[in-house]
């Protein structure tokens, strides 16, 4: 089946502007979360969504920052006046929530750049 | 607490060498340490994962080592390819199932 899709696959936008991250899950995977990625560095969790439960916002860097997952599948990660240090590649990844070991498989990531 | 912390941050390695790449972590309630593979331009992938109630697990070429006590586990990949040329990240699971990832080992090896 087809894995975790993200889009778009690369943004470039101005500094101040606001953007919009979409990730699809792997249909049937009840856990989605969303990481960051900064050139060089190991992957930073931001936010985790578990069914119907209330997400686990803990890891956003700034109330810049927020998601959201509609219908339990689709995520949108939203980023509002963007700033130069939000350049990252931004990673979705889903998993089965009650699987042993939960494997998170991951999206190909959204590159953004904000000049 | 929440650190896992991976070294070498690079390292080059003949093809058919062993390529060792070592993490250490402080949360005791870890219970679940993957390792992940990732290409350029693509997101990351499991490549094998060790719970702590075993000292060892062998997929292949690959075999994580686990040491409870010095809470400390790596990745040996024996009879190393180019094709193994990647970034490695290890990781540890949190409550939750929130990963916390190390910055990452970029592995290349020499044809």
């Known amino acids: 089946g087809a894995g975790v899709s993200q889009s778009p696959s690369n943004k470039v936008t101005e500094k101040g502007k606001d953007v919009e991250l979409r990730c699809d899950p792997i249909s049937g995977h009840t856990a989605l979360y969303w990481y960051r990625q900064s050139l060089g560095q190991g992957l930073e969790f931001l936010i985790y969504f578990q069914g119907n439960s209330a997400p686990d916002k803990s890891g956003l860097p700034s109330d810049r920052f927020s998601a959201e997952r509609t219908g339990g599948s689709v995520s949108t990660l939203t980023i509002q006046r963007t700033q130069q240090e939000d350049s990252a590649v931004y990673l979705c990844?889903?998993?089965?929530?009650?699987?042993?070991?939960?494997?998170?498989?991951f999206g190909p990531g959204t590159r953004l750049t904000v000049l | 607490q929440q650190q896992v912390k991976q070294s070498p941050q690079s390292l080059i390695v003949q093809k058919g060498g062993i390529s060792i790449i070592n993490c250490a972590y402080e949360n005791t309630a870890f219970d679940y340490f993957p390792w992940y593979q990732q290409f350029p331009g693509k997101g990351p992938a499991l490549l094998i994962a060790?719970?702590?109630?075993?000292s060892e697990k062998k997929e292949g070429r690959f075999t994580i080592s686990f040491n409870k006590s010095a809470k400390q586990f790596s990745l040996h990949i024996m009879d190393s390819q180019p094709g193994d040329s990647a970034t490695y990240f290890c990781?540890?699971?949190?409550?939750?199932?929130?990963?916390?990832f190390g910055a990452g080992t970029i592995l290349r090896v020499k044809s």
């Open positions: 060790i719970r702590p109630d075993v």
């Open positions: 990844a889903s998993s089965y929530r009650d699987r042993l070991g939960n494997e998170q498989f």
């Open positions: 990781a540890a699971l949190v409550y939750g199932n929130k990963l916390v």
